[in-house]
């Protein structure tokens, strides 16, 4: 039935909630009402506040699954097995909730509570009108900030691996600390605001300030908003019997602030507000919906005026900044489902050259030098000039049939650059999962224009080849790129045994594969390189580190091919560029679609 959904015609986000409902759904409702529900029960059979703390210790049990599953669970067990081990354990789950429901019914009907010095401000009648919509705020801004950070700080350094890993514990560990019954320093709420102030002009000066530091205050400032505002959640608990509604309430806030910073803020904006907007209601929340609680209101009232100016003002001025003068510096900016994409003229830091950059997240997709208007030479930008490991190839191919036309296909489209390489003749096909992109490189660059015989293909590149081989196509090009990338990274189902399988079987004899495997937090090669030799391919890694023309970047291609005399040809030799020798190193256990593990491949500096 997940197939079937995949096909249907509907916006990307709907698709991926839709499958997550049907996957994991019911199950995760199940979760999340059964352990409610213990809790409750606990509460009434022993009538102790310390059925609240319950809540920490099921929050530490997740910090403990988050943390150990990249490294104990992942590496070792498959997808499949995984679901196997799933099903028994939820089982095994349903059979003991069955006995507690036993067991709790069975009891004699607890006697009335007697309320301790402890527990009387938690049984106080009925609850406020604005109770209920004060623990829903602040069970929502957590959630919202753990959304907005955890997109902030990927934006800054890209899609580095698990680094969604860190702030996701710091949220769990925030709850964690509240609901154990910590109080918090009466400044704590203070030194948020003041933490706040700082992240949102460190987010303004961007590369600017130094990374590390960037990123410690954004952590801090989530761990500090989690801890302030859990603190106060649990402070705001109510009795026993009414903990099921808190709980109800809570568990919606989640789903509210996951909802308002995944989906809502970026179809409303084209460019990464959530983080700032997250910054801006917290502080709100401290200083005029917390306030009286924190002890502010006993400020000399100017003074309080004169603090609430200062804190929220630098605000105002951001998103003035944000809106009127960023948006100046831009060419094109949108954000879709798939990230945010800028076009951007600049100048080239060498060469002062003027260049027209394609930008997704952080990372540069395309290039091209400008003139009174946009230029239309010839010249090869970014990773795919004539010393990187697509130029090589070009190379290759024209010296050795220079009046066959070639066909190529290349999966990512980025700013069209790869069409420089077609000659008259040549057929070029495109697969591009982004229709921005495609609007962008059409209208804001001119590279597709180089080439008579060329498609454009939207959709998953992975499955659309499949869609061809089932049509009848195989063995038909001479040449096919992999350049995809989701910020940083290649996407994995592009690079498992099973996608490589696709490949092979839409390649010409003595045909060549090329993959972008350029990136600075993962190590492809190895992979790349053992895919080669499940295929019977020979492969060789090349790089470029030499950037003297304006618009090039360091680049470093895998290429594979049946024919191992390709890497002995004047085109691999004669070029600056280093290029090793077929690859035979230590074995790699391969990625497919039950199985990948990232761990091995990680860069650490």
Known sequence: PLEKIIEINLPPIMKVLLVLSIAVGLPYFFLSTTSTILQYWYGRLFQKDIAYRLYAVSNAASLFALLSYPFLVEPFVSLRLQGKMWFVGYALYTVLILLSAWEFFALSRPPKPVKTAKENHLVSGPLRKNTALLWLWISTLPTFMLVATTSQVTQSVSAVPLLWVLPLSLYLLSFIISFSGWKIPWFLPLVLIFFCLISLLFSVLGSNVPLLGKLTVDFSTLLLTGLVLHSRLYEMRPAQNRSPLFYLVVSFGGVLGSLFGSIVVPVIFDSFLEFKIGLLLVSVTILFVLGPQLGLVKLNPAIRKLFYACAIFPFLLIFFYETWVVDNNFVFRNRNFYGLIIVQDSLDKKTKTPLRKLISGNVVHGVQTLGGRVDSSSTYYSYYSRKSGVGKTFRYLTEKSPKDPLRVGVIGLGAGEIANYCRPGDEFVFYEIDPDV???????????TKCEKIAVEIGDARVVLQKEGDEGKSHDYDFLIMDAFSDDAIPIHLITKEAFELYKNRLKPGGIIAVN???????YP???????????????????????????????????????????????????????????????KLWTDNYVNLLPFLKFP
């Open 438 to 448: 495609f609007y962008v490189a059409k209208k804001y660059f001119t590279h597709l």
């Open 517 to 523: 495997t350029t990136n600075s937090y993962i190590n």
């Open 526 to 588: 190895p992979l790349i390189h053992a895919l080669a030799r499940e295929y019977g391919f020979f492969s060789t890694t090349v790089l470029n580190d030499a950037t003297q023309s304006p618009g090039e970047e360091r680049s470093q291609w895998v290429l594979l091919t049946k024919d191992p005399q390709i890497f002995k040809s004047r085109a691999m030799k004669e070029a600056p560029a280093a290029v090793f020798p077929p690859f035979s190193g230590a074995a790699v």
